[in-house]
């Protein structure tokens, strides 16, 4: 069963700094990601999403990778401000309509 | 912007109270999920919800749960009877589109079983 109290992966970054997010999803069928964003008490926010016919794509000062061979996303952060402070999920799908998310990231931005 | 919108912000009930849980999706969309996090855990898919009717449940989401569309804009989870461990995020999700398109999340109800 999951584990009570998950610690997550920390990323502290000084504002100005680029930052990368890693994340291994699980099931080498899933053909759609999506990187959310999420502050305190708040609903995950799309950030950026890439297709599994694709390695990369680039959005406003972010970039995802994706890696099918090893099942690993990345999201690339440019210029990372305080604003980008949250917790970062990939989250991935197949098959159905459903996502399955991961552990999450916490990025916090040093000014 | 439109958006997806949830009541209340919290809840808090006594075990063994039943709970609904609103959620107004984004007008066209097609897709309706549930999601939970319980607090520090990564988010859970619950069961979405497509043409009226389930079309994928999680092994959390058990008969203590059940969803509705009672008409053309809410879109509710009902927990029947509640335990402690129900105590949770719980996040509305909705899709314009199936699979390979983004879902956009509510701000969630924070949901208190003491």
């Known amino acids: 069963g999951e584990s009570v109290g998950l610690h997550l992966p920390t990323l502290s970054v000084q504002e100005g700094d680029n930052s990368i997010i890693n994340c291994a999803y699980s099931n080498s069928a899933s053909d759609y990601f999506i990187w959310y964003k999420q502050e305190s008490g708040k609903g995950p926010q799309f950030i950026i999403d890439?297709?599994?016919?694709?390695d990369k794509r680039q959005g406003q000062r972010v970039t995802v990778l994706l890696n099918k061979t090893v099942k690993h996303l990345s999201l690339q952060i440019a210029a990372t401000q305080p604003g980008d402070s949250a917790v970062y999920f990939c989250a991935e799908n197949w098959l159905g309509n459903q996502f399955y998310f991961g552990t999450g990231t916490s990025l916090t931005v040093i000014p | 912007e439109p958006e997806v919108t949830q009541t209340p912000s919290h809840q808090v009930t006594q075990m063994g109270q039943e709970v609904i849980l609103r959620c107004v999706p984004i007008s066209n969309h097609l897709y309706f999920y549930w999601y939970r996090q319980i607090l520090g855990q990564k988010v859970e898919f619950l069961v979405s919800?497509?043409?009226?009717?389930?079309?994928?449940k999680s092994e959390i989401f058990d008969d203590q749960f059940s969803v509705e569309r009672p008409d053309g804009s809410n879109f509710t989870l009902k927990i029947r009877s509640t335990k402690l461990e129900d105590s949770a995020m719980y996040f509305c999700a909705s899709r314009k589109e199936g699979r390979r398109t983004e879902a956009f999340f509510g701000q969630g109800t924070r949901l208190t079983v003491v």
């Open positions: 890439i297709r599994s016919n694709m």
């Open positions: 919800f497509y043409n009226n009717e389930i079309s994928e």
